[in-house]
């Protein structure tokens, strides 16, 4: 129990010495200066574009896979109350397998690229003269 206690002592005043040293003043050379619309070739701002797509749309696909896969369940078991979809769910209900739930997130994944696809190819048909 000592030695809990000297750690914790040792690692709060180090936080305190370390935020209440002076920092350094910045100069304004070593501000970096924003990015131009020419620094990164059009194709790696596509890549980077489709990367943030096919990421944020992820999760949301996952919720909606998982919502579909138990009404899917729900509705294929005559509506038993052991399948209830997700809201209604208790300690009873039917729990996913492990393949299963890894089919539910490649699906999710697989969709996902998909939208990110389909956004690439709006986006460069917009871009056409």
Excluded at 79 to 105: A, C
Aim: proline share 8%.
């Amino acid at each position: 129990m000592r030695r809990w206690r000297s750690v914790a002592a040792c690692l709060l005043a180090l936080a305190i010495v370390s935020t209440a040293s002076p920092q350094a003043a910045v100069s304004p050379a070593a501000v970096p200066e924003p990015y131009t619309k020419d620094e990164f070739p059009a194709w790696a701002t596509g890549v980077r574009r489709f990367e943030i797509v096919s990421l944020g749309v992820f999760p949301i696909l996952l919720f909606y896979t998982r919502l579909a896969a138990d009404l899917q369940r729900y509705a294929g078991n005559n509506f038993d109350g052991t399948f209830v979809p997700w809201p209604f769910k208790n300690e009873n209900s039917y729990t996913p397998t492990d393949s299963e739930q890894l089919s539910y997130v490649l699906t999710a994944a697989g969709l996902s690229m998909v939208f990110g696809a389909v956004d690439a190819i709006l986006l460069f048909r917009a871009e056409l003269p």
